[in-house]
Nanobody, 119 residues
Framework: QVHLVESGGGLVQPGGSLRLSCAAS????????MGWYRQTPGKQRELVAT???????VYDDSLKDRFTLSRDDAKNTVYLEMNRLSPEDTAVYYC?????????????WGQGTQVTVSS
């Protein structure tokens, strides 16, 4: 089992910044990928950014100039720094982890944290 807890969401004005955190617990050693997705009402959950066990990072192309994903291995935590936010970034942001164990692979999701960009 992997448990993910997000924090850092909230209300921010256009042009502002936020940093989201996701702390993982449980079977940490099985995690191969962690990252963030986001979802708005009526739309599918979409990739924001992910980082592999080896440190390779993938961003959605439209976000990579404003968003930065990082990881603190000592804290089992990934961070998403979001800059120059616009109302289009308003969404529920979900932490994600993909793990592999003897019986297969598993997707894990946090409970989600709301980010609202509005004046």
């Amino acid at each position: 089992q992997v448990h993910l807890v997000e924090s850092g969401g909230g209300l921010v004005q256009p042009g502002g910044s936020l940093r989201l955190s996701c702390a993982a617990s449980g079977s940490i050693h099985t995690i191969r990928v962690m990252g963030w997705y986001r979802q708005t009402p009526g739309k599918q959950r979409e990739l924001v950014a992910t980082i592999t066990e080896g440190g390779s990072i993938v961003y959605d192309d439209s976000l990579k100039d404003r968003f930065t994903l990082s990881r603190d291995d000592a804290k089992n935590t990934v961070y998403l720094e979001m800059n120059r936010l616009s109302p289009e970034d308003t969404a529920v942001y979900y932490c994600y982890a993909w793990s592999t164990v003897l019986d297969g692979e598993h997707d894990w999701w946090g409970q989600g944290t709301q980010v609202t960009v509005s004046s």
